[in-house]
């Protein structure tokens, strides 16, 4: 009959067991931390993860913000210090010389990047907010999350509509709120012309690229109201699936002052903020930070299991005397062997499951506690649980493997020497 089913084989661990249960919970704690540190820390490096794309959701992560500044070297006969601009015309341009672009999204501003904003009223109320002229492609960069109404569409800007989406604290300020007004058709002053409200949005906490304090009103109507023609503050620039962002950024540059007579090696002519580049340092670190939950937990778990080697070492000095008996009552080597290599089994596989469940609680509270937290970048720690039973398939394994010492140490134990042990 296979050990495994003996009721005397269980008892047998279990006596063993019971008999030392310092020394056993003790030897627990080794195997069950490691597989708790394993669980936690796995399971919180992907709440962070979880937690920057919602972070970042809403957001074409893969694009580049790019605008116009001034040269800082002498060209062509142009002196340095000669201000840049960016057109209309140049989206056309850059699509065409650079390939790896997928679209481009322009936008005009007051009140950001150190302008003035512009005041807007409505019912008697007067404030300042940021105005923004954009296209619809617009929102596709960085999607607002609209209350009420819509976006911008394209009968707006061919139609240059005098139609404005606005930010959830521009609707809080000039409509009644607490009463959930809607402001679909109503309209705000801005820069005494009136202006439909089509749309509200919202922003997560911590802000991201909008921010409530914002006002959108098609790009064409913005450019007449500022009489700025075809001029364009900055271009949000996507590139495609698998473009490397970092050469197309210095393509996209290269390409504009060629077109404008700027030195190739003028650095300060435009100004750029690459958000792939940096999407991308940041997935590597959490991939990094991911890594390192797993070499820190199987380290632990692994000391562990030693221990637990170690332990039994012990243990089988300890019962050279029973063991002995055991060989003179017809005992079979393998029989003494398995038995301890059961107990080892056993401690590992227990020990584990207890860190694994504890690990499993904690981050259970960890996502309820963080469940509403918009601002901050945690969010839904999980674990995946093939990783994780892989591991305490793996930890069983090498619990047997170690084992074996003890169980050799065991089985080399000679009948007549054993009864001779005081």
Do not use: C
């Amino acid at each position: 009959m296979n050990i495994l089913f003996k009721q005397d084989t269980w008892q047998e661990i279990y006596y063993s067991l019971k008999n030392n249960k310092l020394r056993t919970f003790l030897t627990m704690i080794g195997v069950g931390w490691g597989m708790f540190l394993y669980v936690v820390l796995l399971g919180a490096a992907k709440g962070m993860e979880n937690g920057f794309d919602k972070l970042f959701s809403g957001f074409a992560t893969n694009s580049i913000f790019l605008w116009a500044q001034n040269t800082a070297i002498p060209y062509d006969g142009f002196p340095k210090g000669r201000e840049m601009q960016l057109h209309l015309s140049d989206i056309a341009y850059l699509e065409n010389k650079v390939p790896e672009i997928d679209y481009i999204s322009p936008q005009n501003s007051k009140g950001n990047f150190g302008s003035a904003g512009v005041e807007m009223t409505r019912g008697g109320k007067k404030e300042t907010y940021v105005l923004n002229g954009d296209y619809p492609i617009g929102n596709k960069i960085s999607e607002k999350r609209l209350k009420f109404g819509r976006y911008l569409n394209d009968a707006d800007i061919s139609g240059n509509k005098n139609v404005v989406v606005i930010g959830e604290e521009v609707y809080n300020n000039f409509f009644d709120a607490k009463k959930n007004e809607n402001p679909i058709g109503k309209s705000i002053n801005i820069k005494g012309i009136f202006f439909n409200v089509i749309g509200v949005f919202s922003v997560k906490s911590g802000g991201g690229l909008n921010n409530d304090r914002s006002v959108y009103i098609p790009l064409s109507t913005f450019t007449k109201m500022f009489s700025y023609g075809d001029k364009v503050d900055f271009f949000a620039i996507v590139g495609k699936p698998n473009a490397d962002l970092g050469v197309m950024e210095e393509d996209i540059k290269t390409a504009l002052k060629a077109k404008y007579n700027a030195s190739p090696e003028d650095t300060n002519a435009f100004g750029s903020f690459n958000l792939g580049k940096e999407f991308k340092k940041l997935t590597g670190f959490l991939s990094g930070m991911q890594l390192l939950t797993i070499i820190v937990g199987t380290m632990t778990i692994i000391a562990g299991v030693i221990a637990i080697s170690n332990i039994l070492l012990i243990t089988v000095k300890e019962r050279t005397k029973e063991i002995g008996i055991r060989r003179a009552l017809g005992a079979r080597p393998s029989e003494v062997r398995n038995q301890i290599l059961l107990e080892s089994v056993v401690i590992t596989l227990t020990s584990g499951l207890a860190g694994f469940v504890f690990g499993i609680f904690v981050l259970m509270g960890l996502g309820a506690a963080t469940a509403n937290q918009d601002s901050f970048p945690f969010y839904n720690p999980t674990v995946n649980y093939a990783n994780v039973f892989g591991a305490m398939a793996i930890m069983v394994f090498l619990g047997l493997v170690i084992g074996m010492i003890p169980a050799q140490r065991a089985v080399k134990i000679r009948p007549i020497e054993a009864l001779r042990t005081e």
